[in-house]
C-alpha cells in the first residue's frame, strides 16, 4: 500500500501515467475507428483494418521503428484535415467510448496518490486534443501529449509541433520536475511499454503494468515491480464524485486521435503487403 501522508516538509512528488495500456485498456488513438466511419471519414475496410491494428497493438504493441512510422503517416494523412469537421465526429464519442475503459487499478492508484499528496501527470504519445479530457476525467494535475500544428486557415499543416515519445517522455519528466520542484526521487511512473524504460528510470519508484515482453525482460533484470491491469471500469461507476468533461472539452478532442488511428491502419496493411510480397 502507498503513504496515505506526504511529508510536505520534503519537496513535492509526483506520479507519472503513461496512458493506453496503463490506464486504459486500448490505443486512444485507434478507439475512434467506428465514429471515423459514421462521420465519413473512413470505409468500412479502413474500420476493419483498424481492428485488426488494435488487436496487434493489444497483443504485443508497436517497436521504435513501428512508431517512427506510424508518426510518419500520422503527419502525412492529417495535413489538410479540417480539424473543426474531425472535433464534432468526437465531440459526442469521447467520453462514451473512454469512460468504460478506464483500468480499475489505474483509477485506485490515481486515488491513493493523490491521497498521499502526490501530482498525478499523465504522460502519452496520444495527441493533447483526445489526452487533456482523458486527463480532465481522470481528475490528473497535468498531461504531456503530441501536439500538431494547426494552420491559419484551421486545418492541419502535416507538421509535428511536439511529439511525446520515448527519450522526449524522459525530459518532459525531468523540465516538469525542475518548474514544479518535484523529487523526482521520491516519484513513481508506470508504463506498458519499453519505449518508455528512458521515463522510468527518471523515478525512484518505477512501476510495469501489463508490460510488453521487451519491457517484462527489462523490468525483472531490474527488480521493478510488475503490475496486472485488467478490470475496465465506467468512471462515472468508479468514481462517482468526478463529473463528466464539459461539451468544449469534449469537442476539444479529436484530430491527433483520428489521423494516428488511420495511420496505424495504413501502416498495418503496408506490412501485410510488404510481407505477402
Known amino acids: 500500500m502507498l503513504r496515505l501522508v506526504e511529508n510536505h516538509s520534503l519537496p513535492r512528488t509526483a506520479a507519472f501515467f503513461d496512458l493506453d495500456k496503463t490506464v486504459i485498456a486500448k490505443s486512444s488513438t485507434l478507439t475512434f475507428s467506428k465514429s471515423f466511419y459514421q462521420g465519413g471519414l ?36 492529417c495535413r489538410g484535415w479540417n480539424v473543426q469537421q474531425v472535433k464534432e465526429i468526437v465531440a459526442e464519442t469521447l467520453h ?14 490515481i486515488e491513493e496518490h493523490h491521497s498521499a499528496g502526490r501530482d498525478v501527470v499523465i504522460v502519452s504519445t496520444s495527441g493533447a486534443e483526445v489526452v487533456e479530457p482523458i486527463g480532465e476525467l ?3 494535475d497535468r498531461v504531456v501529449a503530441t501536439r500538431m500544428v494547426v494552420g491559419d486557415d484551421g486545418c492541419f499543416t502535416g507538421e509535428v509541433e511536439y511529439y511525446a515519445y520515448g527519450p522526449t517522455k524522459a525530459e518532459a519528466v525531468k523540465e516538469l520536475a525542475a518548474s514544479e520542484g518535484y523529487d523526482l526521487d521520491r ?60 461539451r468544449p472539452a469534449l469537442i476539444a478532442a479529436a484530430a491527433v486521435g483520428a489521423a494516428a488511428a488511420t495511420a496505424g491502419l495504413v501502416w498495418y496493411a503496408s506490412r501485410r503487403r510488404a510481407t505477402a510480397m
Open 42 to 77: 473512413i470505409n468500412r475496410r479502413a474500420v476493419l483494418r483498424t481492428a485488426y491494428a488494435q488487436f496487434v497493438f493489444l497483443a504485443g504493441g508497436a517497436d521504435h521503428d513501428q512508431m517512427e512510422r506510424m508518426r510518419q503517416y500520422l503527419s502525412a494523412l
Open 96 to 109: 462514451a467510448l473512454i469512460d468504460p475503459i478506464i483500468y480499475d487499478e489505474a483509477a485506485s492508484l
Open 138 to 140: 481522470l481528475g490528473a
Open 187 to 246: 516519484s513513481y511512473a508506470y508504463s506498458d511499454s519499453a519505449t518508455d524504460v528512458p521515463m522510468l528510470e527518471c523515478v525512484g519508484h518505477p512501476h510495469a503494468v501489463n508490460p510488453d515482453r521487451a519491457l517484462r525482460r527489462e523490468a525483472i533484470a531490474r527488480g521493478w515491480p510488475i503490475l496486472d491491469f485488467h478490470r475496465p471500469v465506467r468512471l462515472k461507476q468508479r468514481l462517482p464524485g468526478l463529473s463528466a468533461p464539459s
